[in-house]
């Protein structure tokens, strides 16, 4: 069964500073994807990782794959405000017709 | 642009009633997705879609029914609603193997509360 883990599940930090949040999954998986979702709202699609070593950067936001290790991870560079938010790691699994395993969600409060 | 429309918004039943959320999307998207999201919690899978006609059970499906007679709806059918489906549900869609790993669009969701 493909498991998905993050962490940390809750982080709270000044603005101005970096931090990674990390995502495993259990099982092989060629496709990573980060979502964002602010309190009350729906999931917006931040990026696609579709390869090992994948590298997506926007703005202060950049996300890689390392798919033989099983981890992806999501670089905050000089945070905002305006990224607080809830972000999510989701893993497609092989062969399941695009059904995505989710993570439990790392929600990031940045403080001004 | 609507992308994927969710009604209704916002819900309250009483344990028991039965209700249909209702789902459209106008991209043309072959597959459809139905969520469920608990508090604090990531997205469960209930059922999936990968074309009109063709349904399948997600991790969750149990006091859950779909259909998919078009490629545009995908109303979620709740029978006999009890509090364990107190939850924020989200419909989504994507294009599938023909567009390659295009991510998913989601609603804006239900909100359903059952007392």
């Known amino acids: 069964e493909l498991k998905v883990e993050q962490n940390p599940l809750f982080l709270s930090m000044q603005e101005g500073k970096n931090y990674t949040i990390y995502c495993n999954y259990s099982t092989t998986s060629d496709r990573l994807y980060w979502y964002r979702q602010d309190p009350g709202k729906s999931l917006e699609s931040l990026f696609v990782?579709?390869?090992n070593g994948a590298v997506k950067q926007e703005g202060r936001l950049m996300a890689s794959l390392d798919t033989k290790a099983r981890l992806s991870t999501l670089h905050i560079t000089a945070a905002v405000h305006d990224l607080s938010a809830t972000y999510f790691c989701?893993?497609?699994?092989?062969?399941?017709?695009?059904?995505?395993?989710w993570g439990a969600g790392t929600k990031l409060i940045i403080k001004p | 642009n609507a992308g994927v429309t969710q009604t209704p918004k916002f819900r309250i039943l009483k344990i028991g009633q039965s209700m249909t959320l209702q789902c459209t999307q106008d991209?043309?998207?072959?597959?459809m997705y139905w969520y469920r999201q608990d508090p604090g919690m990531g997205l469960k899978l209930i059922y999936y879609s990968v074309g009109a006609g063709i349904t399948d059970k997600g991790e969750v499906p149990n006091g859950y029914n779909v259909s998919r007679s078009t490629t545009e709806d995908f109303p979620l059918r709740l029978e006999l609603a009890a509090p364990s489906q107190t939850s924020v549900y989200f419909c989504?869609?994507?294009?599938?193997?023909?567009?390659?790993?295009?991510?998913?669009?989601f609603g804006d969701g239900t909100r359903l509360s059952i007392l």
């Open positions: 989504a869609s994507s294009p599938g193997v023909a567009s390659g790993n295009q991510p998913q669009h």
């Open positions: 989701a893993v497609d699994e092989r062969d399941s017709n695009y059904q995505l395993i």
């Open positions: 991209m043309n998207h072959n597959y």
């Open positions: 990782l579709l390869s």
